[in-house]
């Protein structure tokens, strides 16, 4: 049976990419302002800690799923990595043909 991850769309990747780095920036919001030895301040250094994990296992599924081929704007190294966003665009059928992250741009 084929493993559920791989049915992930690149557009699965580019929303779940956009939510783990929200979700590490709110546990980054809370470290900042929990006393540095509470129980708080432990789960949120493990809770980054295992979100930090996570994009990691994501992004490398994301390139051993995805052609660079099929990636001519290079976007795949932006998904699971750095303070970077992104905005749907509009496309054309030619442009997704061509690029699987076709109707994604990098936010200034």
């Known amino acids: ?3 559920p991850l791989y049915r992930f769309t690149p557009w699965d990747h580019v ?8 979700c590490r920036g709110a546990v980054m919001g809370l470290l900042a302002v929990a006393p ?3 129980e708080t301040s432990r789960i949120a250094r493990e809770t980054i800690a295992a979100v930090d994990r996570l994009r990691s296992e994501m992004d490398c599924h994301l390139q051993i799923t995805r052609p660079l081929r ?12 750095g303070p970077t966003h992104f905005a749907g665009c509009l496309t054309t059928e030619e442009e ?5 992250f076709a ?4 936010e200034d």
């Open 36 to 38: 540095p030895d509470s």
């Open 1 to 3: 049976m084929m493993d």
């Open 103 to 106: 109707g994604w741009e990098l």
């Open 15 to 22: 929303v779940l990419g956009e939510k783990l780095r929200g």
């Open 70 to 81: 099929r990636d001519p704007r290079r976007l795949t190294q932006h998904i699971y990595a």
């Open 96 to 100: 997704r043909a061509q690029d699987d």
